[in-house]
């Protein structure tokens, strides 16, 4: 927004020039949303405890999670509103790269608010039932897929990227879109699943923000792409925008996210950001680097199927309750 406004005031002095720069507003874009949510958490936090929305802890968990009952949760409100007022402040808001990711960002945050609002409202620890939470999901994952693939149809856009194979990149075509598919949704509930310990799901994302920000101004750019034997895609710049927003208002939530907790980020925040990183990793090509980034996300994800799938074959689980790798 403020770029198309620099371009008019550029006529009047040259200062202005200056937000053309994409280091600089990534720059101002973290630090924009980190004083957002260092700002807005100390009075979100005071009204979840005057409206007593705090962490439903079930009573067959483990005891170290029964003193975060009652901290309140939904913070997530709190990096939602950061990413997005920092991002329409600084992005080009004509790069459909930047509102693929607000979108999906948005959609999962809403489905994430109402899963939080049935649990802590409505005092139903199952929160929103699976199938539909499972089914919203579906419908924002293909409609962002459908989309990125009208964007970038038949160009490097839609080739598959193999990390230490410069070479390997055959086009996907339709394949595309199932691939984005799962992408964006397994991120999703990995980083969902992860959400639970003090810092433990923010740290991770806000590591795997800033990795995908270089890897965004790198892809970007005609000769770093050229240099690196990656796919140079136009649009991708502006996704260090996004990148720099989600990591300056991770920064900004895990001042009140650190041990002692006293506010965690619910299902709101989590299932947006996993929607979020997942859709950049597929915007970017670097499905592959998600997994390897985000290897906390997969440790956690791949240790509750085993323990699902270890307790519904034998009736028993593999780790203790609530031990399972990552929080080891």
């Known amino acids: 927004m403020l770029v198309w406004l620099a371009e008019y005031l550029v006529k009047y002095h040259t200062f202005f020039n200056v937000f053309s720069y994409l280091t600089f507003r990534a720059i101002v874009g973290l630090l924009t949303a980190l004083i957002i949510a260092l700002w807005m958490g100390p009075h979100l936090i005071a009204w979840l405890q005057k409206m007593q929305i705090g962490q439903v802890v079930r009573n067959e968990g483990p005891e170290s999670h029964f003193s975060k009952r009652g901290t309140p949760t939904m913070g997530g409100i709190m990096i939602l509103f950061s990413i997005a007022v920092s991002t329409l402040l600084w992005a080009r808001l004509d790069n459909p790269y930047v509102w693929c990711v607000l979108l999906v960002l948005i959609g999962y945050g ?155 980020m619910g299902d709101v925040g989590s299932l947006a950001l996993g929607g979020a990183l997942g859709t950049i990793a597929v915007l970017l090509r670097q499905e592959f680097l998600l997994v390897i980034m985000g290897g906390v996300f997969v440790v956690e994800t791949l240790s509750v199927i085993l323990q699902v799938g270890s307790f519904k074959l034998r009736g028993q689980r593999i780790f203790p309750y609530g031990a399972n790798p990552s929080s080891l």
């Open 110 to 264: 809403i489905i994430g608010f109402i899963d939080d609002y049935r649990k802590v409202v409505r005092k139903d620890t199952r929160g929103l039932i699976a199938r539909w939470k499972y089914f919203w999901q579906s419908v924002l994952a293909l409609a962002a897929a459908f989309s990125m693939y009208a964007i970038g149809k038949d160009t490097p856009a839609t080739q598959l990227v193999v990390p230490f194979f410069k070479d390997v990149m055959p086009q996907l075509g339709m394949l595309y879109i199932l691939l984005a598919y799962f992408v964006i949704v397994g991120t999703s509930n990995a980083v969902n699943l992860t959400d639970g310990l003090d810092g433990l799901a923010i740290m991770p994302t806000v590591f795997v923000a800033a990795g995908f920000a270089l890897v965004a101004w790198a892809t970007g750019n005609v000769n770093f792409a050229s240099y690196l034997k990656i796919p140079y895609l136009m649009h991708a710049g502006e996704l260090v925008i996004v990148c720099t927003a989600i990591v300056g208002a991770g920064l900004g939530f895990l001042w009140f996210n650190t041990y002692p907790a006293q506010v965690f």
